[in-house]
């Protein structure tokens, strides 16, 4: 079975809208990922805020990394993100997600987001299903 590093490498390498957020990998292992990305300008919404999608898909790409990265393919079937504060063009993100629970077929993950100040800005849950195809 391949390793954690050579599934998030293929996904990644195929994941054209991570690498237009500018995702950048931290650190993989099975069942954890932590992404970092910049916040730029065109990210932003009518507010002068990053606009919420911009949390939620780098949320999105670090559970799909970590769900993945056990070795079976798996695609979220639920999910739910709490905006805690506002993010600004400028602002370095670092999600951080750490598996919940696992079973053979579902697994639960959280996705906390922080800024370069340490500071939580968006808190994600996503329940993956864990199909038998390795990768």
Known sequence: MKQA????????????FSIWLGIERLE??????????TVREEMTNGFGIAHGGITY???DSALAFAS?????QSM??????SHTRPVK????LTAETEELNQSKRLAIYEVRITNQDNEVVALFKGTVFRTEKPW
């Open 57 to 59: 898909s780098l949320a």
């Open 76 to 81: 979220s079937i639920e999910t739910a993100i």
């Open 89 to 92: 063009a400028g602002d370095i």
């Open 28 to 37: 993989e292992r099975a069942g954890y990922s932590r992404l970092q990305m």
């Open 5 to 16: 590093r050579e599934i998030v490498d293929q996904m990644y390498s195929n994941d054209a």
């Open 68 to 72: 993945n990265s056990h070795g079976l």
